[in-house]
C-alpha cells in the first residue's frame, strides 16, 4: 500500500496500480484481495491505492509511474447504494471503510478515479471494473440523478470496462500488455467493453441497441434495449453489443466464460492473511462479518429481477471442490485466534452448490432469465447430495465447533431434498436462518421471478418439523421488499396482515433501490415490463414509498399515522381498530403522538443527493421572510434542502 512497503519487498517499480474505495482487506470475499493475490501469483507487482483522496492526484503517484496499467474500482458495492439510502439520503456509515466511516470515496467513485489516474500520468492505460462499471457499462438508469446516464466508458474515460468477476481478464490484459500489446489490441477478449472513435467501424456481428438518445427520450425504447441486454446474458451464447451515443459506439463483447472449478480452487487457494491492512486502527464492518466465512460457489440462476448477482457473476454456478473447501476450514480452526465458529458456508444462494443444468447442448443455446421460474426447469440438476456431504465433513474438522449457513436458503430448491432441510435445522443454524420469500402477492412476487407464497409456507412447516424433531427452537428471518414494481398499497396491505397473522416482526424493512441494468429498475423507471410492454405500477413518490415500508412494520408506533393514512386511502378501515386482523388501533398510542412531534421538524432535515430546483429564486423567497421570521409557518430549515 505504500512506496516503503514496496521497497520492503525489493520492488523498484509497480507494474499495476490497483485503484479501490474500499478499505484493503486481504480476505477473498474482497475484490482488490482476490485480483491483486492472482496478479501476484502471475508474477506481477501490485500497489494497492485503497480510499485515496480524489481531491488531487497524489495518491495515484505514490508509486510512481505504474509499468502496465491503473486497474479502477469503486469497490465491493455501486458507489451510490453505497453511500444513500433509498429515500436518497446519506448514509449513517460505510461498512467498507474503517470504523464505518462515511465520506471515505467520491459519489461515482469509478469516474473520478479514472479521471485522476489520467491526470497522474499521460499515456498509462486506465482500465475500469467492479460492480460499478459493469453495471453502467451501457446507458443506464441512474435513481440519484432520475435520469439516463451515458455508458460509464464515456463519462470516466476509461480505455476498457472489465465487466464481470475478473480474475481471469486482469491476468490476460497485466500478459498481454507486459508482451508489448497496446490497450487497442485488448478489444477481442470476451467481458470487455470499449468505445469505438467516430472513424471506426463496429464489428459486423454485433446486435446493434437502441441509441443513447433514443433511449433517453423514449421508455418504450429503454425498455426494449433492457430486453436484448438480458437475452445476452448467457456466455455460451451470448453476441457481441453496440450501443450509438451520437456518433460513437459502445461496444461490449460477450461475457467472460464461467470458471472452472480448477481455477476456483486454485483463487481460493492463494495465500490471504484475512487480515485489514496493519496501518488501520479500527475494525472493518463488512470484514468483522465475513472473516469467518467461506465462500463455496459463485453464480445465480435464480434471475431476479431486482438482484445484480446473475448481470455481475452470471447465472452459471462455479463451485469450489470439497477438497478446497475443507482446506480452507482446516486452516481456520488450525488458526489459534479462530474461536470455532464459522460464520457462513455458502455464496449469493447457500444451496446451489454443485447445481448445474443436466444438458449441456441445451444449455449452450438456452436464453431463459432464469431455471427456477415460473418453475425449477425439468433440466436443472437440483441434487443437494453435494452440499449435504459438504455440510457433514465441515462438522468433523479439527478446530470447527460449529458452522453456520448465513446466505439465504433459496426455498423452492431446498423443499426438493427433506434431508438438506433435515441436515440444516439439526446442525447449521443458529437459531436464526435468513430466508428471502420478499412478497406474498402472486402478481408482485411474478415481477420479481420469485417463488409463490406457498413455497414459503410449504418451506417454514418442513423446517419447524425438522427442528423440532432435533430438539430445537429455531426461528426464520424472512425479508421483504417494500415498494418494488406491481406493489402497490393493497398489495403492501395484503402483506401486512399476512405478518401480522403469521407473527412475524421485520426488524428491518428492505426499500426497493433501482440499481443500474437491472430489470426491475426498467419497470420502475418506464412503468412497463421490458418483455411484453405492458404496464407496471410503481411507487415512485417519496410519499407513497414511505406508506410501503411504515405497512411492513405496523405494529412501530411511530408509523402509526402512516399505517392509517394508507388504510384509509384504500378503505380499508376494516383493519382499524381491535379485531384479530386489525394493523392498528382506533386511537394512536401515545408513542405515535410523541414521535409525530419528534418528527415534525425533522422531515425536512437531513443532506440529499439533490440541491434545490430554482435555487436563486428560492433564495430571494427566504431573504423577504426573514424580514419578519415570527410569520406563521416560517421555518429557517427549509431553504436548506427538499424532499427528492
Not at 490497483?18 to 470475499?29: K, L, M, Q
Not at 461515482?108 to 482500465?127: D, W
Request: some cysteine; hydrophobic content about 35%.
Amino acid at each position: 500500500m505504500t512506496a516503503k512497503e514496496a521497497k520492503q519487498r525489493g520492488w523498484d517499480e509497480i507494474d499495476i496500480v490497483f485503484v479501490t474505495g474500499d478499505a484493503y482487506v486481504d480476505h477473498p470475499s474482497f475484490a482488490m484481495a482476490i485480483l491483486g493475490r492472482v496478479l501476484e501469483a502471475a508474477g506481477f507487482r501490485i500497489g494497492i491505492v485503497s480510499q485515496p483522496d480524489w481531491q488531487s492526484c497524489e495518491d495515484w503517484r505514490r508509486f510512481g509511474r505504474p509499468r502496465l496499467f491503473y486497474a479502477i474500482s469503486a469497490g465491493n458495492m455501486d458507489s451510490m447504494i453505497n453511500h444513500y439510502t433509498a429515500g436518497r439520503k446519506v448514509r449513517n456509515d460505510d461498512a467498507y471503510s474503517p470504523g464505518g466511516k462515511i465520506g471515505t470515496r467520491p459519489d461515482r467513485a469509478t469516474l473520478s478515479y479514472c479521471h485522476r489516474a489520467r491526470e497522474a500520468y499521460k499515456g498509462v492505460p486506465v482500465i475500469a471494473g467492479g460492480v460499478e462499471a459493469s453495471l453502467r457499462r451501457l446507458a443506464h438508469y441512474d435513481y440519484w440523478g432520475d435520469n439516463v446516464r451515458k455508458s460509464i466508458l464515456l463519462d470516466s474515460k476509461a480505455d476498457l470496462v472489465a465487466f464481470g468477476m475478473g480474475e481471469d481478464a486482469i491476468v490476460e490484459i497485466a500478459r498481454r500488455l507486459d508482451q508489448g500489446e497496446s490497450v487497442k489490441d485488448l478489444r477481442d477478449m470476451r467481458g470487455i467493453a470499449y468505445v469505438a472513435g467516430a472513424s471506426e467501424t463496429p464489428p459486423e456481428d454485433a446486435i446493434t441497441l437502441p441509441s443513447f438518445e433514443e433511449v433517453f427520450s423514449d421508455k418504450t425504447a429503454f425498455a426494449e434495449a433492457t430486453r436484448i441486454i438480458h437475452n445476452e446474458t448467457n456466455p455460451l451464447n451470448a453476441r457481441r453489443l453496440v450501443q450509438y451515443h451520437g456518433n460513437q459506439a459502445v461496444v461490449v463483447n460477450p461475457p467472460p466464460l464461467p470458471i472452472t472449478q480448477d481455477s476456483m480452487d486454485r483463487i481460493y487457494g492463494l495465500p490471504y492473511t484475512r487480515k485489514s491492512h496493519p496501518s488501520y486502527r479500527e475494525p472493518i464492518p463488512a470484514f468483522e462479518m465475513i472473516k469467518n466465512s467461506v465462500t463455496i460457489m459463485r453464480g445465480c440462476f435464480g434471475g431476479c429481477t431486482f438482484c445484480s448477482i446473475t448481470a455481475h457473476q452470471g447465472r452459471v454456478i462455479q463451485s469450489r471442490s470439497q477438497k478446497s473447501i475443507l482446506g480452507e476450514l482446516q486452516e481456520l480452526g488450525a488458526d489459534p485466534k479462530f474461536k470455532g465458529t464459522v460464520s457462513d458456508i455458502g455464496g449469493p444462494t447457500a444451496n446451489m452448490y454443485q447445481m448445474q443444468c443436466s444438458r449441456p447442448e441445451v444449455e449452450a443455446v438456452c436464453r431463459r432469465q432464469s431455471c427456477v421460474h415460473p418453475k425449477v426447469c425439468k433440466l436443472l440438476g437440483t441434487d443437494h447430495g453435494p452440499l449435504i456431504q459438504l455440510m457433514r465433513d465441515s462438522r468433523n474438522v479439527p478446530g470447527v465447533k460449529k458452522v453456520l449457513v448465513a446466505s439465504g436458503i433459496r426455498m423452492d430448491l431446498a423443499r426438493l431434498s427433506p434431508t438438506y432441510i433435515k441436515e440444516l435445522a439439526e446442525h447449521h443454524v443458529g437459531g436464526l436462518l435468513k430466508v428471502a420469500p420478499e412478497h406474498s402477492d402472486p402478481g408482485v412476487l411474478n415481477y420479481m421471478r420469485k417463488p409463490s407464497g406457498d413455497d414459503f409456507e410449504a418451506f417454514t412447516e418442513q423446517f419447524n418439523k425438522s427442528s423440532k424433531k432435533a430438539g430445537k427452537k429455531q426461528y426464520l428471518v424472512p425479508y421483504y421488499i417494500a415498494s418494488h414494481p406491481g406493489s402497490d398499497l393493497d398489495a403492501m396491505i395484503d402483506l401486512a396482515v399476512f405478518l401480522k397473522r403469521n407473527g412475524y416482526r421485520p426488524d428491518q424493512v428492505q426499500d426497493f433501490i433501482p440499481a443500474p441494468l437491472d430489470v426491475a429498475t426498467t419497470m420502475y423507471y418506464t412503468g412497463l415490463d421490458p418483455f411484453t410492454k405492458k404496464p407496471i405500477f410503481t411507487a415512485r413518490k417519496l410519499r407513497d414509498r414511505k406508506m410501503q415500508r411504515a405497512l411492513m412494520q405496523f405494529f412501530k408506533p411511530a408509523n402509526y399515522f402512516e399505517v392509517r393514512q394508507a388504510l384509509q386511502e384504500t378503505g380499508r378501515h376494516d383493519l382499524i381498530g381491535d379485531g384479530c386482523d386489525c394493523l392498528i388501533p382506533s386511537r394512536p398510542p401515545k408513542e405515535a403522538l410523541i414521535q409525530r412531534r419528534k418528527n415534525a421538524n425533522a422531515a425536512v432535515k437531513g443532506e440529499y443527493v439533490h440541491t434545490i430546483p430554482n435555487g436563486n429564486k428560492s433564495k430571494k423567497r427566504n431573504k423577504k421572510q426573514s424580514r419578519n421570521t415570527t410569520s406563521k409557518g416560517y421555518r429557517p430549515e427549509r431553504k436548506e434542502t427538499k424532499r427528492p
